[in-house]
């Protein structure tokens, strides 16, 4: 799994480059956002998933994990979910526990302390 | 009611009754990469015909659900596992009829879907399962597991 990563200042944008963040995906995803994240002082982390167009319970299970292994010093946020992503986080309620932004440039664009998506 | 088991003498895996045959079979070994590569199979056969892109979704999502958990549950990792999948598209839905040869469902039936505890990374595919598919029953016969269920592509998707 490649992602492309971007630091902003205190916002490290990460990218998944793959379309799918499925169960063949999900240990190797969650490997490489802990690589790049070890290495930032970013205190939020945007994933971007603009390019990701199926997302599964198991990739939704690394993107949880990952949020969790992140706190508290670092928070994961989300940007760019298509419809089928979308739909994922939406079934499972999981919409709610994440800062949710339209798309990258929206993640950077807002304050630090910044919206958080109501499920 | 007619049964006979469709798949008696040919490759795939004997011990599910059905009176109608599947309109697309597919045998995979029990790997999250087959599982993607069937779930790309599936779609290019069916996608066509299933409407729009939100009923595509839901077909794709379901059976990745039910084919992971074979994977990883049924089968264990296990390298010579087979993966059964029949289905069949209908009005609003598909029929999906998936057998396997591994271990049966724990506790002996299907999970219910309801919500993982807070906190949890896992327990979310039987949610996805139950809020996308209806019909859901599960036997196991002469050593395999057959789950039966429609995938819902009409507007009678359950709200949650």
């Keep these: ?119 | 009611m007619r049964v006979e088991d469709v798949s008696r003498g040919a490759a795939g895996l004997a011990g599910c009754a059905d009176g109608a045959a599947p309109e697309l079979r597919l045998i995979l070994v029990a790997s999250p990469l087959a599982v993607r590569a069937g779930l790309a199979g599936v779609m290019a056969a069916l996608g066509g015909r299933l409407g729009e892109a939100d009923a595509r979704q839901n077909v794709e999502l379901v059976l990745a659900e039910v084919l992971n958990n074979i994977v990883l549950h049924a089968h264990g990792g296990r390298a010579d596992g087979l993966v059964d999948l029949r289905l069949r598209p209908v009005a609003d839905g598909v029929l999906c009829r998936v057998l396997d040869d591994g271990a049966p469902m724990a506790r002996g039936g299907v999970p219910d879907g309801s919500f993982p505890p807070a906190g949890a990374r896992g327990g979310f595919g039987w949610v996805l399962i139950r809020a996308l598919a209806s019909g859901i029953s599960y036997r196991r016969r002469e050593g395999r597991n057959c789950l039966e269920f429609r995938i819902v592509t009409g507007r009678a998707v359950r709200a949650i």
Excluded: N, W, Y
């Design chain 1, 1 to 119: 799994m490649i992602v492309e990563v971007a630091e902003h200042g205190a916002v490290l944008i990460v990218s998944v480059t793959g379309p799918r963040l499925d169960a063949a995906a999900a240990v190797g995803f969650k490997d490489s956002v802990r690589a790049v994240v070890r290495e930032t002082r970013a205190v939020r982390v945007v994933l971007d998933l603009e390019r990701v167009q199926f997302l599964d319970s198991s990739g939704l299970g690394a993107v949880i994990g990952l949020k969790q292994e992140l706190a508290p010093e670092r928070r994961l946020e989300l940007a760019a979910l298509g419809p089928a992503v979308r739909k994922v986080f939406r079934l499972t309620c999981m919409e709610r526990i994440f800062a949710i932004h339209a798309d990258a440039a929206a993640a950077l664009s807002v304050a630090e302390d910044g919206p958080t998506h109501a499920c």
